[in-house]
């Protein structure tokens, strides 16, 4: 996947880490100061400088979830409008993981915690950020092509 491995001008990613049928949300936290307190969301973050899709996206991953992800983990990935900033480009990413993956997760200092949900059930839970329903809506029309 050539995008990830692309130096542009983007301000994040996120990532769906799938494990069989389910995908790994966090927490936000719940400050007034961010945005989308308290919401439910995909692992990841903004980009540091110079970093690459998957340097983000990798960096983020081990921050959050303490877990080191390769590039054939990877997908999926699309280059979407920012969440936070709509003028800037973000991308969303999907990938997987193993359940030994799952069960080596030790939660970073960001957010509250961690679960994983079945995909249909975050497809559709008002819980979490709504346009990464939608990106994740997107990926499985895809597959189911």
């Known amino acids: 996947m050539k995008l990830l491995n692309e130096r542009f001008d983007f301000s994040g990613t996120k990532i769906a880490l799938l494990c069989d049928n389910d995908i790994v949300v966090t927490l936000r936290d719940d400050k007034p100061d961010i945005a989308f ?4 969301e995909l692992v990841g973050g903004g980009r540091e400088e110079g970093e690459t899709v998957f340097e983000c996206t990798a960096r ?7 877990l080191t ?20 480009q973000s991308v969303f990413l999907v990938g997987h993981i193993s359940k030994e993956d799952v069960e080596q997760i030790v939660f970073g200092d960001e957010g509250q ?11 559709k839970d008002e819980t979490i950020i709504p346009q990464l329903r939608q990106r994740m809506a997107d990926y499985v029309r895809e597959v189911e092509r």
């Open 37 to 40: 307190p308290n919401t439910w």
């Open 60 to 66: 983020e991953v081990y921050e959050e979830l303490g």
């Open 69 to 88: 992800i390769r590039a054939e983990q990877i997908v999926w990935c699309r280059v979407y409008s920012g969440l936070i900033n709509p003028h800037k």
């Open 113 to 123: 915690g961690y679960k994983l949900i079945p995909v249909d059930d975050f497809l």
